[in-house]
């Protein structure tokens, strides 16, 4: 099967790999011409235009996106859409919110043009573990596009589906990273309780170990955490600042949008902000009254 990929960062360039291991024909690009050059050097195509990717596909054209959510997808569509024929199928592959990709199929519809949703998780293994993909459109459309999806997932018959409707598969993979911000902080905060023990003179990562193998609490996430734990044991140098690419945000707006209760995940987003506050006004405050209406005292910044 043949397919145009753009945006070639680290997921990109990976999936590219997995295609090509597959069998299939990749036409890709990137703003970053080495990014191009190097994925041509293992086997694709490359384009140093979009519009040249669109002139060595075949029709129906199959034009799979890897880029940031938001206004870049928005401006690759309308620098695409002029290069591609009614029946082509846009793909997005990215963590876009599924409100703004429904919006996006409807306007694409009036130009003959198919779109996509695949909510795409499993990061920098996904090129050898293969990927877990959550795909929303138009039934027949998806059902072109199998072959990519059996290639990409961990196998044919598992780790992708058909979720539903337009927007379904975006909906989908942002609870799915709602879900995996709650898991996250439960690790990070079991994990610092063990620190702090320090009369035990634990081993995080034998601990770690210890749970990969028959406790219910086993995962993948645990499995890269005693990595990390192996390599680093305290962690030193890293920077207590955790980004969140979105979809945290808009899991925790949709739940009270639906009126669900959705606690762990609203904090652990929570807890994701607070690790940015490096001025901790909030707590400075707190400190301040306590002295304030109970004559408790304050730590200056040079006794921290």
């Not at 610092?192 to 770690?208: F, P, R, T």
Request: aromatic residues 6%; hydrophobic residues 40%.
């Amino acid at each position: 099967m043949e397919l145009g990929l753009i945006g070639l960062g680290r997921m990109g360039a990976n999936m590219t790999k997995r295609l090509l291991q597959g069998g299939h024909r990749v036409v890709c690009y990137d703003r970053n011409p080495e990014a191009v050059r190097r994925v041509a050097g293992e086997g694709a195509v490359g384009a140093d235009l979009p519009a040249t990717l669109a002139e060595q596909l075949p029709g129906p054209r199959i034009v799979w996106l890897m880029i940031p959510a938001g206004d870049p997808v928005d401006r690759m569509i309308q620098t695409m859409a002029p290069f591609l024929s009614a029946g082509d199928v846009i793909v997005d592959g990215g963590n876009s919110n599924y409100k703004d990709t429904m919006r996006r199929v409807a306007k694409l519809k009036e130009q003959g043009l198919h779109f996509v949703d695949v909510g795409t998780s499993g990061g920098i293994w996904g090129v050898t573990e293969g990927y877990s993909l959550m795909v929303g459109g138009d039934p027949d459309v998806v059902g072109r596009l199998r072959p990519l999806f059996e290639t990409l997932a961990p196998a044919p018959d598992r780790g992708w589906g058909y979720v539903g409707p337009s927007g379904a598969g975006h909906f989908v993979k942002m609870i799915h990273n709602g879900i995996e911000y709650g898991l996250m902080q439960a690790y990070a905060e079991g994990f610092a309780i063990l620190k702090q023990k320090a009369e035990l003179g634990l081993d995080l990562h034998q601990v770690a170990e210890i749970w990969r193998h028959g406790s219910v609490v086993r995962s993948w996430l645990l499995d890269r955490i005693s990595d990390a734990l192996a390599d680093q044991p305290d962690l030193s140098g890293i920077a207590p600042y955790v980004a969140d690419s979105g979809e945290g945000r808009w899991t925790v707006f949709e739940a009270i949008d639906l009126d669900v209760a959705a606690p762990v995940i609203s904090l652990s987003l929570l807890a994701r902000l607070r690790s940015r506050d490096q001025d901790a006004f909030a707590d400075k405050l707190l400190a301040v009254m306590r002295d304030r209406f109970g004559g408790h005292g304050v730590r200056r910044e040079e006794q921290v």
